[in-house]
């Protein structure tokens, strides 16, 4: 296929390197040309939106939140103004239901397709080929780009018909992480109180669940090792704030949201924003008094 | 070992089946005698727990709850009674951190060591041998119980010196579970709302967490099937107001924690004390209109 | 002074009705002209808020939210369109501080001024002149504005020199408010369990606290008289959203906002929109079982 | 009225004294001397809870927590041990439902009577003759209490027949306190955060409430004068505790009074103990980074 790549962060560069090694002929662009270079030879690099979608049949975006996809969409040569009839805007990024509502009915207002595919998982999962894909939009639509999900995940779930659903399962998948993360907080702070070791804990859980969600975000954790961020506590913050949103717009109160709001609010009110976001656990510890 | 074995429930039955079958001399008392004759001819039956225990090196509790040990230990005919000097009380009922402290004071101040060894898993856990049991109390009394955390679990973690210790690595563990089970409740509700249905969730989530945990109790709560119950909600909730407990004596806050305990009261209100724990998700449904 | 008023919903046409009689030169605008008309003879009626501020020195607008500010501010025909430069726009509703900021630079940014003068008061309480005023912007046009406040309130309390510091005042007083409510609903939930009547409660209450406040509202739930709303359930649950925007603004958590934005939100699930915000008391009684 | 009076702390203490000037014969016990002795030669002191209400018709208590009032009615030379037939012991005391209910139980079995009749008010109220009395029990017991009532405060609510309805009452009302208290301390950390200083707030409060309380708190944190305490916060966590457990008793979830147990948990961990209980605001303004 011939796929435009926008966003060459740590999570886009793995994906846009899979998509070229699997035979697809990939246009990028980024705002800072060194990352697109990097990508090697195999690429051709667009100075816009507008011109690295042009001849696409798929434009994948990958940015790191509502308001850099909405310039890339609407701004200045932006993607609505190069993506052909028929071609499809792939959203990737995790960004809030109502904007991918938007852009479901301003693409197809002018004859353009929109699919929703956040993928979860951190940026050595994106390398491995191991995302999972959660997409959502006209079956045909979803359909056609399936070459694109089986170049950069492991596994692909339609969510619906609609986009936004596959984001409402993103923003949900996130909150899941964000509430073991507290709730691991919580319950180190407890232990230490009382003389247990959180590397003991983490084993006992690591046996209980068996997940190596548990087992990783319990050891960065239980060793205090927050930086660098695999995931910046204040993108953690936006995700938990767009769950909210999107729990509002379907009126279904998430109560263990709110409490996870407030906590990483919190956080950034006293410089955290930066680091990983499973150093929200160390409120927990100072609430105690540790 | 000459074990004594108090409390035939589910998870008492499967244990003392388990230390039977591993060679062990089993004596066991428990209220209703229907149930330890169910264990066939290779037990002995004792008519009271200070019966029970008159000659064994461990005599292990397996009971619903603090009342219930209280009563078995220090009732009339009560284990402090019947108990050998230097012999160990392996208290494995879920029970209070106070009650562990006071359990440890009481046995000591008359010979007798106490060690607590909660497990985790459900009857069908305990009948395949793959509890996980969580040990504190003197390093050489827990060793000294290894045969019998050998014939019953998979695998043994030791908490620290104190007994108490244990109940708390216990408690976390039940808060980490029932946390897990409040956000899919949540996560359910707003995506139902959304046209999601739980199900495509669920498989996001197993692929995601890649947990038996995960992918157990997000299916029964998916399925809306919370009865027979596993583990009952009443139960869940008693998990839940000692683990608060445990946090209060450390003066270390869980909100989660709090959180869980009202509602875990709400559905005991709403008359469902008797079914799974997971049953606590419908409570998000109800919440949201559904 | 020429005042121009736009919004005449019950608060309004109170307001308005005030200024009136206090002498000002008053023209109003409405959407429905009728309750214009109601206003009697002294009183012009202009087409559209641009022709109603064309030569006023205070345009004062009292809408219901967000989206009915903008259409009336920057909307075809809209204040902007016609205020003369210098003259200033009194925002007396109860809106986000996002936009009180917003309406701050962009009036500054072609000549005219604007002032934030939320108000607390139910309809009776505007009728009888006693509202309270808060008021933010520079000290000059603020202390011009003082006829204004003075003919619809008994007080005014200057909150600082940006406007949105006035809203952020509102906010929080509507936030105080409300966490009364939610208190009175989780005290009489248990009481009631307890065989306490409400009332009871309510005449304790009402004399330690010596509030009127606590009165009025108190006996509100005691009686569940929910119907006619005196402030509806779904514009307290607005401004529940809007102080926690502002505390996310501010970097502040603020715990027990969001816990109201769950009940609210909860409310309106359960079609309680409609009501008195007092109505969200109804939940913890259902909660209970009750 | 013969009345023996048991527990001088500042709260006690005045209530002696007003006790004494009505004309009744008051006999006195306190742990240390010194208080007893304090106030002169009107009363008759006496060495044991048993010896002073030997001969009395109504013995007040008025002690610090569940615990001293175990100690003092049934400890060695307690009440039980000393209350005439038919004489009521009047409980005074903010303590649990539970030991409520036990006190009434067990004076019934050696038929004594037992009526409780907390009280709100801070020691200066008390001084003032200006309590609130909440009194339940059987309806005849506690019209013969009204000259006691009568002599200390200036209003009494009955609440039951039931003696546990009045610490319910209690338990509840200082709940409402301990919310607003809460209330204030996010909203102004909030807008402290907006540049808007507390004490604007505050006015503005106290015209909106118009309620002594809100001003007395709302200074309190204003001024950020948490010592010396007029009422220690470890002991505003111990009835937000009591309240929290008469909530799960009666099958009534309390989500503000999670809050406020996690908060004021918090405030324990901290070292703040000893303050005012309106200290726990100061966690609101540290969660916002100031």
New interface residues.
């Given amino acids: 296929m011939r796929v435009a790549f926008i966003g060459l962060g740590n999570m886009g560069s793995a994906m846009a390197r899979n998509l070229i090694e699997a035979g697809h002929e990939v246009t990028v662009h980024n705002r800072s040309r060194a990352k697109a270079e990097a990508l090697g030879p195999g690429v051709r690099l667009a100075e816009s939106p507008a011109e690295a979608v042009r001849d696409c049949e798929a434009a994948v975006t990958m940015l790191a939140d509502d308001t850099a996809v909405q310039e890339i969409v609407w701004g200045e040569s932006g993607i609505v103004r190069g993506l052909p009839g028929g071609s499809v805007h792939l959203g990737c990024s995790t960004i809030s239901?109502a904007l991918a509502r938007r852009l479901a009915a301003e693409h197809a207002a002018i004859g353009q397709k929109y699919v929703s595919a956040p993928v979860?998982g951190r940026p050595e999962t994106a390398v491995a080929k191991q995302l999972?894909v959660?997409a959502a939009g006209e079956g045909e639509t979803v359909k056609r780009c399936s070459p694109v999900f089986e170049a950069i995940g492991r596994?692909t779930?339609?969510?619906?018909k609609?986009p936004?659903?596959a984001n409402?399962?993103k923003l949900?998948?996130n909150?899941?992480?964000a509430?073991?993360i507290?709730?691991?907080g919580?319950?180190y702070?407890?232990?230490r109180?009382?003389?247990?070791g959180p590397h003991?804990?983490l084993?006992?859980?690591a046996?209980?669940?068996?997940?190596?969600?548990?087992s990783n975000y319990g050891r960065l954790i239980a060793d205090q090792k927050f930086e660098p961020a695999g995931f910046a506590l204040r993108l953690g913050f936006k995700d938990t704030?767009l769950?909210i949103e999107?729990?509002?717009e379907?009126?279904?109160?998430?109560?263990?949201?709110?409490?996870l709001?407030?906590?990483l609010?919190?956080a950034?009110?006293?410089?955290m924003g930066e680091i990983d976001w499973s150093g929200v656990a160390k409120l927990?510890a100072i609430?105690?008094?540790l």
């Fill in positions: 239901t979860f999972l959660v596994q779930f339609v969510a619906g609609e936004w659903q409402a399962v949900c998948g909150f899941m992480i509430s073991m507290e709730s691991f919580e319950a702070a407890t232990l109180k009382a003389e247990v003991l804990f084993d006992v859980m046996a209980l669940f068996g997940s190596p969600v548990y704030r769950a999107t729990a509002r379907c009126a279904s109160p998430m109560p263990i949201a709110s409490l709001h407030d906590r609010l919190e950034i009110a006293l410089g927990s609430h105690a008094g």
